[in-house]
């Protein structure tokens, strides 16, 4: 069974980057599925992120005007989510989720809330 | 992006009934959707796949149906269990977006 974990710290304050990691467990991540973040406001609905590749590649979410950036480490299992200058509005519960080649996130990870101060 | 929008926002239903939910794309997405379920202080559940697949282990009284774009979610016969949020989601294009949520709550 395919187990993601996020890891990072829960409260960022205003302007500064805030950073998560994903750790996959029970299975490589070294494989043709790509890995992608997704998150939810409190009380709001889902907003994907991006989506990186074993290789590298990655694909991100245009709203969010080139703030974004992921890294995937084969070696460790585990792929990254880096978000600069962040605001009040990027406070939610972000989850890592693997997407399967139908196109759908088969797995998820419980969340990571991140709230941002001021 | 392709936005998908999701009718009703919310829906009271009793155990035992029908319920249908659509998602419409702002433009043709051929097949390219799926479905989730979504509890409180969970994570989404993957529910469909491909517009009508059903996923391993999910129910067979949820079934999903439509192509272009529209969709439908239907579930036969509710159970206790399936009162929760439901999200549609294409990924027919970059970037993947997902339909605003629609509430089944017990009436």
């Known amino acids: 069974q395919v187990q993601l974990q996020e890891s990072g710290p829960g409260l960022v304050k205003a302007s500064e980057t805030l950073s998560l990691t994903c750790t996959v467990s029970?299975?490589?991540?070294?494989?043709?599925?790509?890995w992608d973040w997704i998150r939810q406001p409190p009380g709001k609905g889902l907003e994907w992120l991006g989506s990186?590749?074993?290789?590298?590649?990655?694909y991100y979410n245009p709203s969010l005007n080139s703030r974004i950036s992921m890294s995937i480490d084969t070696s460790a299992n585990q792929f990254s989510l880096k978000l600069r200058s962040v605001t009040a509005a990027d406070t939610a519960v972000y989850y890592c989720?693997?997407?399967?080649?139908?196109?759908?996130?088969?797995?998820w990870g419980q969340g990571a809330l991140v709230t941002v101060s001021a | 992006a392709i936005q998908l929008t999701q009718s009703p926002s919310s829906l009271s239903a009793s155990v035992g009934d029908r319920v249908s939910i659509t998602c419409r794309a702002s433009?043709?997405?051929?097949?390219?959707l799926a479905w989730y379920q979504q509890k409180p202080g969970k994570p989404p559940k993957f529910l469909i796949y491909?517009?009508?697949t059903l996923e391993k282990g999910v129910p067979s009284t949820f079934s999903g149906s439509g192509s272009g774009t529209d969709f439908t979610l239907t579930i036969s016969s509710l159970q206790p269990e399936d009162f929760a949020t439901y999200y549609c989601?294409?990924?027919?294009?970059?970037?993947?977006?997902f339909g605003q949520g629609t509430r089944l709550e017990i009436k």
């Open positions: 989720t693997r997407r399967e080649a139908s196109g759908g996130f088969d797995y």
């Open positions: 029970e299975y490589s991540i070294n494989s043709p599925y790509y």
């Open positions: 990186i590749y074993e290789s590298g590649s990655a």
């Open positions: 433009q043709g997405i051929s097949t390219a």
């Open positions: 491909d517009a009508s």
């Open positions: 989601q294409q990924f027919k294009s970059y970037p993947i977006t």
